[in-house]
């Protein structure tokens, strides 16, 4: 068979404007542009991208044109572009390899061969780290062909490396057909190992992501041959990172060690660290160190002060490298003390298998079974109304009038005896359904239940005679519009607010 070149590349992150730089952003796509270059001068077979191809499920219009122009290039070179879909790009449903597919730029991998001669191609997209124990391999049954090699694409970081969270080892054996060799992407490093006989190998990243990628970014270059496959590694020349370190010695000028250590090295255009270290009282200007070194030419200026633990370019990137991005949201999520229709919610729009134009109908549906299972009987209790005594006309229960001349009658005893004259101003009560005040006299000490029960009976006594004393055409006209209320009261159901519930 003749030779079959494959260009193994990924984790591109394309549009990623690390340290909010617009020039970085510019950075991945040159790296990203200079495999395509080396692809079209070595005249490849195919070029493989191992997932994240952008940095972000939403890129921007410019990232999306600007990575359609590289794929144009491909296409004009008849070089098929062959990819699967990483976990930073990853969408609901469509994804974004599927526009670029619609268009003819790029083929996804998946669990139909892809034919490059004697080569098959297969592809799995990333899969989060929960689901791993559930993946179906079922959906490659009776799709190997005669083909004399089988290649896997995937995404995910795998044992045997340390880091690894899915057993490569368990994907080779479950397969129904033989593997020669693993593609992966997800890992910036790049890494090649034997397992089973079975090539396993990262690319790495085409562009620095974090401070801690300092080894030389780079693609891979695979070759099938008659004799089996080789894999060698090919270096990208991107944006040199430069790392200063500056010891500090007890009583000395911070500053002029720091700026005298800065000019032993070549900072033009790099994305500069300055590392303080030694004697932590030593005091030292961020935003002059800043400015001297953009003097110099640095590109991006940054100080990591060990000492202390500052660092003015915190990298986000190093929080996010090795975690399943599912993870990290519910792990927040859980921390925002959500009722349980929210939780429900979340479940729902995060939920990859519910469609965009479902989600309206999946929560009606959904929140009307929650609300369902929810005991309404006497679980609202009633919300304290606050009256006062002297402007209500309605009349009370004894339990209540005597509750109030025992206050009355104890008010009375501790300044001396004596009563009032006419309607008591006292101060509201709280009452909870049906709301009622009252006014009236009583006085002397009350020592038997019967006795104060008797009072009772005398203030309501009083409180009867002094209404009907009044205007009887008005208290018919409010007795009667009060009767009228309580029995629309009295049919009217009793209203729930939702928001209590979710």
């Known amino acids: 068979m003749d030779d079959i070149r494959i260009i193994h590349t990924g984790d591109t992150h394309l549009g990623y404007r690390q340290y909010h730089s617009?020039?970085?952003?510019q950075d991945f796509f040159d790296a990203f542009?200079?495999?395509?270059?080396?692809?079209?001068?070595?005249?490849?077979?195919?070029?493989?991208?191992?997932?994240?191809?952008?940095?972000?499920?939403?890129?921007?219009?410019?990232?999306?044109?600007?990575?359609?122009?590289?794929?144009?290039?491909?296409k004009n070179a008849g070089i098929p572009l062959l990819a699967i879909v990483g976990n930073h790009e990853s969408k609901q449903s469509t994804q974004w390899l599927d526009l670029y597919g619609s268009l003819g730029l790029v083929t996804r991998l998946g669990a139909r061969?892809?034919?490059?001669?004697?080569?098959?191609?297969?592809?799995?997209?990333?899969?989060?780290?929960?689901?791993?124990?559930?993946?179906?391999?079922?959906?490659?049954?009776?799709?190997?062909?005669?083909?004399?090699y089988n290649l896997l694409v995937m995404h995910q970081l795998v044992k045997p490396f340390s880091f690894g969270e899915w057993d490569i080892k368990e994907v080779i054996?479950?397969?129904?057909?033989?593997?020669?060799?693993?593609?992966?992407?997800?890992?910036?490093?790049?890494?090649?190992?034997?397992?089973?006989?079975?090539?396993?190998?990262?690319?790495?990243?085409?562009?620095?992501?974090?401070?801690?990628e300092r080894e030389p970014r780079s693609y891979n270059i695979v070759t099938v041959r008659d004799s089996g496959i080789e894999i060698s590694k090919k270096v990208i020349p991107t944006r040199d990172f430069v790392f200063i370190p500056v010891t500090l010695a007890e009583g000395s000028d911070a500053?002029?060690?720091?700026?005298s250590r800065v000019m032993e090295y070549d900072i033009e255009g790099k994305v500069v660290f300055v590392e303080i270290s030694g004697d932590a009282r030593p005091k030292l200007d961020f935003s002059e160190t800043?400015?001297?070194?953009?003097?110099?030419?640095?590109?991006?200026?940054?100080?990591?002060?060990?000492?202390?633990?500052?660092?003015?370019?915190?990298?986000?990137?190093?929080?996010?490298?090795?975690?399943d991005p599912d993870d990290v949201v519910r792990g927040e999520i859980k921390k925002m003390d959500l009722t349980a229709g929210g939780l429900l919610?979340?479940?729902?729009?995060?939920?990859?298998?519910?469609?965009?134009?479902?989600?309206?109908?999946?929560?009606?549906?959904?929140?009307?079974?929650?609300?369902?299972?929810?005991?309404?009987?006497?679980?609202?209790?009633?919300?304290?109304?606050?009256?006062?005594?002297?402007?209500?006309?309605?009349?009370?229960?004894?339990?209540?009038?005597?509750?109030?001349?025992?206050?009355?009658?104890e008010k009375n005893v501790s300044s001396g005896g004596g009563s009032d004259e006419g309607i008591d101003d006292g101060p509201d009560m709280l009452v909870t359904e049906q709301p009622h005040a009252y006014s009236g006299?009583?006085?002397?000490?009350?020592?038997?239940?019967t006795e104060h029960k008797g009072a009772v009976s005398h203030e309501k006594e009083q409180i009867t005679g002094k209404k009907e004393g009044a205007d009887k055409a008005a208290v018919n006209e409010k007795e009667s519009s009060a009767e009228k209320k309580a029995g629309h009261d009295a049919a009217k159901p009793r209203q729930y607010n939702l928001g209590d519930y979710l």
């Open 345 to 409: 919610l979340d479940d729902i729009i995060r939920d990859p298998l519910i469609v965009k134009t479902r989600v309206g109908d999946e929560t009606e549906a959904r929140l009307g079974q929650l609300l369902d299972d929810v005991d309404f009987s006497g679980s609202i209790p009633a919300r304290p109304v606050s009256v006062n005594v002297s402007h209500e006309t309605e009349e009370i229960d004894d339990d209540q009038l005597m509750k109030h001349a025992g206050q009355r009658e």
């Open 113 to 148: 061969a892809y034919r490059l001669g004697e080569v098959a191609l297969y592809g799995i997209d990333s899969v989060p780290k929960t689901k791993i124990p559930l993946f179906d391999y079922s959906v490659f049954r009776d799709k190997g062909t005669d083909a004399r």
């Open 441 to 449: 006299e009583t006085s002397g000490e009350e020592t038997d239940p």
């Open 22 to 25: 617009d020039v970085r952003r």
């Open 255 to 259: 500053h002029e060690e720091l700026f």
């Open 33 to 74: 542009s200079a495999v395509v270059d080396d692809a079209i001068s070595m005249d490849a077979d195919a070029v493989v991208h191992a997932g994240d191809l952008f940095d972000s499920r939403n890129p921007t219009l410019d990232d999306i044109l600007d990575a359609m122009g590289l794929f144009s290039r491909l």
């Open 290 to 323: 800043e400015r001297f070194l953009l003097s110099k030419g640095a590109l991006i200026p940054g100080i990591k002060d060990l000492r202390t633990g500052a660092d003015t370019l915190s990298d986000q990137a190093l929080k996010i490298t090795f975690c």
């Open 173 to 212: 054996d479950s397969l129904p057909f033989k593997l020669h060799a693993v593609l992966l992407g997800d890992n910036h490093k790049q890494e090649t190992v034997k397992v089973d006989g079975v090539w396993v190998t990262y690319s790495g990243s085409t562009e620095r992501n974090s401070t801690s």
